[in-house]
């Protein structure tokens, strides 16, 4: 019995070790990048938290949000201050929390969501989401995001860095032990009021290994997963008085022609209806004679670059001129 309980013992502290290890490893360049303040999650709720109730237009969502609505040209063109909280790989849920951490410091008037599919299936980043929500100033918001928007899953990744930075190390161990050069992570410096100015251009080899757009086939997608989490959204922002808008945000056209359904399109148009004060607009058909998308306005197969961004700003921008007023 004794040798059985010293097994354990070591068998625990092993796991202890291998997963402050990882800890040091994985987290130690946010550490570093937040002590520069060149962390982008950090700066983004630094300007919300201390900038109180100076945002009229907020952006929430995915990365295909951040590196595509520059506030620039949308405070220009509407006379209103804006800011870009959309963040990594922003899952519904998150979207939800962080909007309750932002109404606690801002008053704005519009709350644009940019969703597509992926954003509300059953894989999850942990490492991104709660890199977001570590900076959230209520722990309230903190520990309600962790256990009721992930539960049982959601505590343990965030108690068992192991099980946090999985995928993570994965793409590490094929990438020491492939041929293939690894991949260097780009740095994102290039930011202005939560917006990332991205400046590279899809290539053609990655247009012709496009794949079709996100569908019921191709991703995970949890229709009651995203119904519960937009109603309450849609809940809040009814409440504070807030014109939510949300957006499809767009895909290169080359990727639109090879798909062989329109899930995606077909199931935000058709759920929209039901909320009569929800202003929807997919940005892939909004007025094309005016914004007509090439593939040279994208990074890759779906981030906006610079080009990209200035077409979805004024997308937007023309939406609420002319649309919601």
């Not at 290890?21 to 990048?33: G, M, N, R, S, V």
């Not at 201050?81 to 990594?88: A, R, V, Y």
Request: proline share 3%.
């Amino acid at each position: 019995m004794k040798k059985f309980l010293k097994h354990i013992t070591y068998g625990l502290l092993f796991f202890v070790l291998i997963n402050l290890l990882i800890l040091l490893i994985y987290e130690y360049p946010a550490y570093k990048a937040i002590k520069n303040k060149t962390h982008k999650n950090y700066l983004k709720w630094n300007s919300i938290h201390t900038n109180k109730n100076t945002y009229e237009l907020i952006v929430l969502g995915s990365s295909r949000c951040y590196t595509g609505f520059n506030p620039k040209i949308i405070d220009t063109e509407l006379d209103i201050q804006s800011f870009n909280m959309g963040t990594s790989a922003q899952d519904i849920a998150e979207s939800y929390y962080a909007l309750r951490e932002i109404l606690d410091y801002q008053k704005p008037k519009y709350i644009v969501l940019g969703t597509f599919l992926n954003l509300s299936d059953n894989n999850h980043d942990y490492y991104q989401i709660f890199s977001n929500a570590s900076f959230f100033n209520s722990t309230q918001n903190k520990f309600d995001l962790i256990t009721k928007g992930y539960g049982s899953k959601g505590i343990a990744n965030y108690l068992v860095p192991l099980m946090k930075f999985n995928n993570y190390i994965k793409q590490d161990l094929i990438s020491v032990f492939s041929n293939k050069p690894k991949v260097k992570r780009k740095q994102e410096k290039d930011w202005y009021k939560g917006y990332l100015k991205e400046k590279s251009i899809i290539t053609q080899t990655e247009i012709n290994n496009l794949k079709p757009t996100p569908n019921f086939s191709n991703t995970d997608f949890n229709k009651e997963r995203f119904k519960n989490f937009f109603n309450k959204i849609y809940h809040l922002t009814k409440t504070k008085k807030i014109k939510l808008i949300v957006l499809r945000t767009p895909y290169p056209p080359s990727r639109l022609k090879i798909s062989d359904n329109n899930d995606e399109e077909n199931f935000y148009k058709k759920y929209m209806r039901s909320y009569k004060d929800v202003a929807y607009y997919d940005l892939n058909h909004y007025k094309t004679s005016l914004f007509k998308y090439k593939d040279e306005d994208f990074s890759d197969y779906h981030h906006a670059n610079i080009e990209g961004a200035n077409k979805m700003s004024q997308q937007l921008v023309d939406i609420i001129k002319y649309q919601l007023k």
